[in-house]
């Protein structure tokens, strides 16, 4: 699935539309446009559907099924089962470990840096 950002920033490079030229489109800034096309941008679906449209293209949204065998169900069901405080010890202990790991990155990084 792509992202917000990209699906702003190819439509408006499709359309050999600078920044500028899509945020006058829009009625709106540069820097707006630059904001939807940063990673992590999460704009409205009416926010989006109007840069690509100002783009010439238009956005069409599909609802579908997972394809079969990307979603291993038996761990979806056996979490269900989890209590809130059993889902909670995992994640501590799981945050625990991410520490550990980027620890050990850091120090690794800091032998060969």
Do not use: C, H, W
């Not at 979603?71 to 010890?89: N, S």
Request: hydrophobic share 40%; aromatic share 4%.
């Amino acid at each position: 699935m792509k992202s917000a950002a990209s699906i702003v920033r190819e439509a408006r490079r499709a359309a050999g539309l600078t920044q500028a030229e899509l945020a006058r489109r829009m009625g709106t800034t540069q820097s707006a446009v630059a904001r939807l096309e940063r990673e992590g941008a999460n704009p409205r679906l009416a926010t989006l559907r109007e840069a690509v449209r100002a783009t010439g293209r238009y956005l069409d949204v599909v609802v579908d099924d997972y394809p079969p065998g990307s979603i291993d169900e038996t761990l979806t069901a056996r979490y269900v089962r989890v209590t809130p405080a059993e889902r909670l010890r995992s994640f501590v202990g799981a945050r625990g470990s991410i520490r550990e790991l980027a620890r050990a990155a850091d120090r690794s990084r800091e032998r060969t840096g």
